[in-house]
């Protein structure tokens, strides 16, 4: 009997996933190639090669830039993808005008590639990028508050809330007037002041940081706080996130030599 030849086309055709995600950054490789990092709803971070991206004509050209969010046709391979064609849904163009919202946006994709890997379920982490990117370009709320939300929340989804809702150490519900970020969270007034906590929450505080904790994604970024408030929960997210995120962030560098 003839064997059946498979030719590439056949291979390929067999094998595509289209996978739904935004790039978090790029790499320019040798020759004419790009390595892209993409957060994907299907398959979570994946690392995937667009072979001839950076020509003028190429069409891959306009998916291969941070911050493009669509539907990628990709070919798996061992450990990696290559990129087949893309759809693209949204591109952020005004991130990429304003030095300010691209430090922004590029610390957003920073921390998400921090804690996500490939396998992970990330339809949430997803949302989560797309409506914090989508708060930097209405610019409602301050860029301070919107980083301070999606630190909050991404730290949520990962599991690794800040304790809010009781005093970390005695489980009781009131007086929570003090946090600590060594303890993980909120501390009612006694055990505030048995472990001489330093940092004092004023109710707005706590009101904040609860609804941030509590609220379906669409809902997130849909306040906004007196600039003392967003002060104090800049202070404690700070304090939160440097104690718990192993990791110095480039974009943030860049961002402190901007402010
Ligand atoms: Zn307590």
């Known amino acids: 009997m003839p064997r ?30 790009k390595r892209l990092v993409v957060l994907t709803k299907e398959r979570g971070k994946i690392t995937v090669f667009a072979n001839g991206a950076r020509r003028p004509n190429s ?23 290559t ?13 990429e005008q304003d030095v300010e919202k691209l430090c922004y946006a590029s610390y957003f994709c920073e921390l998400m590639s921090y804690y ?4 992970d379920a990330c339809v949430n982490h997803l949302n989560l990028l797309y409506l914090a ?13 919107i980083r301070n939300i999606y630190e909050l929340k ?14 970390v150490k005695c489980g009781s519900k009131d007086k929570l007037t003090f946090f600590s970020e060594e303890a ?14 330093n940092v004092k929450m004023s109710n707005t505080l706590v009101y904040a940081v609860r609804y941030i904790l509590a609220k379906p994604l669409p ?41």
């Open 219 to 259: 809902e997130l970024f849909s306040f906004t706080l007196s600039p003392e408030a967003e002060r104090e929960l800049s202070r404690i997210t700070e304090r939160f996130v440097h104690k718990y995120v192993d990791k110095e962030f480039k974009s943030l560098e860049i961002l402190g030599g901007l402010l």
């Open 116 to 119: 996500t890997r490939e396998g």
């Open 154 to 167: 991404l730290m949520d989804l990962e599991g690794e809330a800040l304790h809010a809702f009781d005093c």
């Open 59 to 81: 069409p891959l050209r306009a998916a291969s830039r941070s911050f493009t969010m669509g539907r990628f046709t990709v070919f798996p391979g061992r450990e990696s993808y």
């Open 4 to 33: 059946a030849t498979l030719t590439l086309e056949m291979y390929y055709d067999m094998t595509e996933e289209v996978l739904n995600g935004i790039v978090l950054y790029t790499a320019d490789l040798k020759e004419y190639d």
């Open 184 to 197: 993980g969270g909120f501390l009612c007034e006694t055990c505030g002041d048995k472990l001489q906590a």
């Open 133 to 145: 990117m989508q708060a930097l370009i209405r610019e409602n709320l301050s860029y301070g508050l």
């Open 83 to 95: 990129l087949k064609k893309a759809e693209i849904t949204e591109y952020f163009e005004a991130i």
